[in-house]
Each structure stands twice: as C-alpha cells, then as structure tokens.
C-alpha cells in the first residue's frame, strides 16, 4: 500500500478522564516528535468509541482537530482538514489506515493523523468499565516504495450469530449521558482467540504466497483486551516464539488505542528496527478481527 | 478510473406529522412562525417499532433491488447515520450498525465499518469509497443510513420553555434511510468528478447532539445565529471557488443542471445560494429541495433529495448535479457529478 507510520504518541495519565483532550494530548505528541507543520495535515481520523456524554454529533474528530489547532477556520487559498470518526472497536485501527491510505495515495493530503481515545462517558473512574482511559495518536504519510509500510488489510467477523460483546445506552431513559450498558457472551474471549487465530493463519498464508516473509522474522502487535491475549491468539494459530506485544499488564485493555500503543512501545524499546516485518492484529466484538503486514521504512 | 453512483434506495416512514401538529404539542409554543421561518410543513416520523437499523436495512434492500450486484459482491459496507438504534432508543456503541446490516443481509464478503460525520455522514461515505475505489482497496461497497432522528424533535417538544432556546433546530428533523452503491465503473457521461471536503473545526461546538441534559432522550442544542452568520457563510463559495481553480477549471454554474444543498431549511438554503451567486456574480442552476414535505433528513438528506426527483421523473441520466455539504463539525462539501441510469421505485 505504501502507507508509512512517521510518528507516534501516547496519553496514559490516569487522572483524565476526557476523551477529547486524551486524544489531544497523544496528537500533540505525535505532531511534536514528527516535526511537521500541523497545517499540513490534511485528514484527521478519530477511531474512539468511548467519549464524553455519549456525544453523538458532531463527530469527535473535529474536538480534536480543535484542540490540535491545526486550520481552524478558512480563508481564501487556506489550507484545510477534513475530520470524521471511523467505529470499529479494536479494529477501527485498521480501517483508517485503509481509509488514510487510500486518501494519501491520491497526493491530495500530504499527512493523516489517526487519533483514538476511550472513557466512560461520565467521565468518573467506573469499576465494572472494561476500558482503560487514555489516548494514542499516529501519524501517516504516503511513500512510494510500495514494501514500506502497510501492506493488504484483511478484515474477517465471524457468521455464528453472537457479537461477542456489545455495548449500548438506553437514550429514552434519564441519565443516559453517564450511562453504558456492555454485556458480554460466555466465552467470548475464547471465542475471540480461536476466530483470531484462525484469520492470522489464513493471512501468513496470503502474504507467504505474496512476500518474502518467514514466520521467525515476524513480530506481532496485537489488541490486548485480556492478559497475554496475543500469545493465546499465536498459541491456538500453532505460531509460537514470536515477539508479541503484551502490554495489558501495563494498561489493562486500551481498546482503540491498543495498536497504536503497542507500535509506539515496541518502537520506542527498540524492538521494531528498520527493514523489521510487524503483523498488526485488531480484534474485538463482532466478533471482528483486522489484520495486516507492516514493513517498518 | 472514474466512480459512480451505482444504484439508490431509500425508505420514508408512512406516518406524516406537521408542523403546526408538533407545535400544538409544545408546552411552550413558540414565538416566531417556525413553518413560515423554515417552510417546513411536515416530515415523516418513525413508528414505535423503527429505528436506524430497520430504516437502515429498508434503504439497502431497496437500494440492491436496482443493483446490478448481489449482496455477496459488496466490498464494503459504511454505515454513516448519527443514531444508531438497534431497539426502540436503544442506542448502539458497539457492534458497529454496519455490522448488524451487514449480516441482516448476508453480504459476508464486505468488509464494515461505521462513521460518524453529523449530517455530512452519507457524502464522507461517499467520499471515502470514492479514494478507495481509485485506490483498488475495493471494488464497489454501499453506504448507508438510517437515520431516526425524530427523538430529538419529541425532547424539544418536551422541554423547551424559553422564547429562545437552543433547542428550536431539533423541530425541523425527519426521519428516513438511504444507501447508494458506488463501484468504479464511470464513463465520460456518468459518474463522480471529484468530492472534496473541509471541516472548519474552530466552530465545533456550534452544533451538539446527545442524551438529553435534563431528562429523558436524546436531544440538539444548535447556536442558529452563530451558525448562520454572514462571515461562516461565506466560506462556502471561498472553497467552492478554490478547490475548482485547484483543480485548474473555475466555478461554472452553467455546468450543471442542479444544485443539491443540505435540506437544512428554506431559510438556510436560500441564504447559502445567495452567498454563492453574490460571490460568483452569477446565476446559479435551479436548487433541489424536499424539505417543506420530509423536513431535514440529516445524514441522508442529498441522497433523498436525489431519489425523490427521480421519483418524480424531475431527475433524469445525463443530469449534471452540484452536491454541497453542510454539517456540524462545521463541515463544507462539494460533490460533482453526473447521473446515470438509476432507477428508484
């Protein structure tokens, strides 16, 4: 695809509790460690679920795109950014580098910044929520070695009748602004494991057919909605004894933020150098597993 | 490689509320003539048992009815309506809408995901498919919504109590579902010129939707002034004119055989053209409008404006249409295109 990640950032204070300024925080930061001039930042993408009030218009990519100061308002020849959300859980990762790829590619935007961020919309510490508060932001941009970056996305949901998870509000009743409902099936975890294994086998043998890949060289970035989920995926996939991102221990589930988090800490410990092959696994309720090749430029 | 609009669908709820009946239900009614204001007189309202996801599977079914693709050809499907009720107001965080539609119609190769862009919802899905499409990230996929936005309107009713309220837009909403598929196969005489969009991002606030501050349901709390001040307008014919001179040909309304602008009002809609023939100097082709009879459908709104007219035969192939964007976040958009032969029930 040719979509490169030229920056990351994180937002982990655990004391915020505001979806739009975690994802402002982990913006400022990548913007910051990239270099860049903000203005040039064409799209801003914003794949958080879970925001303040339960807001549901506008969008809160453009709270964001406020909170970055980046174009504003117009003039005359100005230079502009278009901001939307993109929902997918886990996997909403996966879909705006699909989305910004297809835009960068076009040469129109010369950057585009996806920005995620989860809190219950109380904006209050809740015990029974599963979702660690906090943000992550990662810049792209477009380069024209088609072997660097992303290559091919492959999204799966499973067809058994259950989402897994699912997470609603009541908005005829009182209240609903601090409410969420998530329930969960039996075994849903379990479940999650098997489906994802069963996608990352049909894609290694996708890629294999395609790329000069060996499992070995391979590490893997996945979603962490429990502990030490991306082993028990490489586990039931028969692929053990690869690196695997385990940060659940560190951040609980960060959800939305999960991939872009594992990247920047696998990054910034050194485990991702040049030339390094990356596996990114987005997984979640649906069920819903999003998977793709990273070539780090 | 040039995009198209493949085929279109939409629903309309039967039941017909007007205006003057919404009003009559207002503890406090207003003080201005809001009929005479937006010159909405009606719009269609949901039964108890609709919501996003029946209108939103209504609208795709009607929409692959007229499709030359099969549910299982589907490469994508978005999902891009502001409510997402699955259940009476039973709101939807997780799975995705598009997920539910997705499987209610058994299109397993697509992939899915939903986006939220307030009423700019179905033309950034359009505009998404329209880079992916050129990409080769898919080769066709629909964008949809149901879009059952009425409860704002039922909370407006129930708690505006000032003579100026932030509440009053709510009342202007009706409830539909809409869903076009897109695919790659435009010719020299059909299909999608470029879309092109900018959010403005420095008057978010102006315009906010969420569960109700004080009581029960969802509401919409809009700065109307703020929003349709003179300097805010105006940055709609300033993008017009620099993504046409970015694109090397000027703004030529003489181009296109109509204008399809965001079904906010008759009020707001005459005032953004105005804006636009002042700037230009120019007469501007005839403006396309639904809303006196179906009221702001929001994130569907061009879509049904569309359907309607080729409804009523007033649309027709061959037809040059200049779409415009105009949503919270604030957003500005700009589609230009031309009609094949769609036909709608």
Redesign the interface.
């Known amino acids: 695809m040719g979509v490169i990640i030229k920056a990351t950032g994180l937002s982990t204070e655990t004391a915020l509790h505001d979806s739009v300024e975690h994802a402002v925080r982990a913006g400022s930061a990548c913007i910051n460690a990239a270099g860049i001039d903000k203005r040039d930042i064409g799209l801003?993408l914003n794949i958080g679920?879970?925001r303040n009030?339960?807001?549901?218009?506008?969008?809160n990519?453009?709270?964001i795109?406020?909170g970055l100061g980046?174009?504003?308002?117009?003039?005359?020849?100005a230079k502009?950014?278009?901001?939307?959300?993109?929902?997918?859980?886990a996997?909403?990762f996966m879909?705006a580098v699909?989305?910004a790829?297809?835009?960068l590619?076009?040469k129109k935007v010369k950057y585009a910044l996806i920005v995620s961020s989860d809190v219950h919309p109380s904006r209050k510490k809740v015990a029974d929520f599963p979702y660690r508060n906090m943000g992550a932001a990662a810049l792209l941009e477009w380069s024209d070695d088609p072997l660097k970056g992303f290559q091919e996305i492959l999204?799966r949901?499973s067809?058994n009748g259950s989402?897994g998870?699912?997470?609603?509000?009541?908005?005829?009743?009182?209240?609903?602004?601090e409410?969420?409902n998530i329930r969960q099936s039996d075994k849903y975890f379990d479940h999650l494991i098997h489906f994802a294994a069963k996608t990352i086998t049909d894609l290694y043998d996708e890629y294999r057919s395609k790329h000069d890949i060996r499992l070995a060289d391979l590490t893997f970035l996945t979603s962490q909605p429990i502990r030490n989920f991306g082993n028990l995926v490489l586990q039931a996939a028969g692929m053990n004894g690869n690196p695997v991102s385990c940060l659940h221990d560190k951040y609980g589930n960060s959800h939305s933020s999960a991939l872009t988090m594992a990247y920047h800490e696998a990054k910034a410990s050194g485990q991702i150098k040049q030339g390094d092959q990356s596996v990114f696994i987005g997984a979640?309720?649906?069920l819903?597993v999003?998977a793709g090749l990273y070539i780090e430029p | 490689m040039k995009t198209r609009i493949e085929s279109l669908g939409a629903y309309l709820p039967v039941k017909e509320v007007s205006t003057s009946e919404l009003i009559s239900r207002m503890a406090m009614e207003p003080t201005f003539d809001l009929e005479k204001i937006t010159g909405i007189k009606k719009r269609r309202v949901r039964s108890e048992n609709e919501s996003t996801y029946t209108m939103a599977i209504e609208a795709a079914e009607d929409c692959l009815s007229h499709s030359t693709y099969k549910p299982e050809d589907i490469d994508i499907i978005i999902s891009a309506s502001?409510?997402?009720?699955?259940e009476?107001?039973?709101?939807?965080?997780?799975?995705?809408m598009?997920?539910f539609i997705?499987?209610h119609l058994g299109a397993?190769h697509a992939?899915?995901?939903?986006?939220?862009?307030?009423c700019?919802g179905m033309n950034?899905g359009a505009?998404?498919l329209n880079?992916?499409i050129?990409?080769g990230?898919v080769r066709r996929g629909m964008v949809v919504s149901g879009e059952c936005i009425t409860?704002i309107a039922d909370t407006a009713v129930r708690e505006i109590s000032e003579p100026i309220d932030d509440q009053f837009a709510s009342l202007t909403v009706g409830d539909s579902g809409a869903a076009f598929i897109m695919d790659g196969c435009g010719t020299d005489t059909e299909g999608i010129d470029f879309i092109e969009?900018?959010?403005?991002?420095?008057?978010?606030?102006m315009?906010?939707?969420?569960?109700?501050?004080t009581?029960?349901?969802?509401a919409?709390y809009t700065k109307v002034q703020a929003m349709h001040k003179k300097d805010l307008i105006h940055?709609i014919p300033?993008?017009i004119?620099?993504v046409f001179e970015k694109r090397g040909t000027p703004f030529d309304p003489a181009g296109f055989d109509y204008i399809i602008p965001h079904q906010v009002s008759i009020g707001a809609i005459k005032s953004y053209m105005k804006s636009v023939r002042e700037h230009f100097n120019t007469e501007l082709p005839d403006t396309l409008v639904v809303v006196e009879d179906l009221g702001n459908t929001s994130s569907t709104s061009h879509f049904v404006v569309m359907y309607t007219y080729l409804k009523n035969k007033q649309l027709k192939k061959g037809d040059r249409l200049f779409i415009l964007s105009t949503?919270?976040?604030?957003?500005?958009g700009l589609m230009s295109m031309t009609l094949g032969d769609l036909e709608v029930a």
């Open positions: 801003v679920i879970y009030d339960n807001i549901f218009e506008p969008a990519a453009p709270f795109q406020k980046i174009n504003l308002a117009y003039s005359e020849k502009t950014s278009f901001s939307f959300d993109i929902l997918n859980g996997c909403g879909n699909q989305v790829g297809a835009v590619g076009s999204s949901t067809r989402y998870q699912e997470a609603f509000v009541d908005t005829s009743l009182s209240g609903a602004r409410q969420m979640g309720d649906g819903t999003s | 502001i409510t997402r009720t699955k009476a107001q039973m709101t939807y965080i997780e799975p995705p598009s997920l997705k499987n397993h992939m899915n995901f939903d986006i939220t862009n307030a700019a950034t505009y998404i880079n992916m050129k990409a990230t409860p969009f900018m959010t403005t991002a420095g008057y978010s606030h315009c906010l939707a969420m569960p109700s501050e009581g029960a349901g969802i919409m940055e300033l993008f004119q620099d949503a919270s976040g604030l957003n500005v």
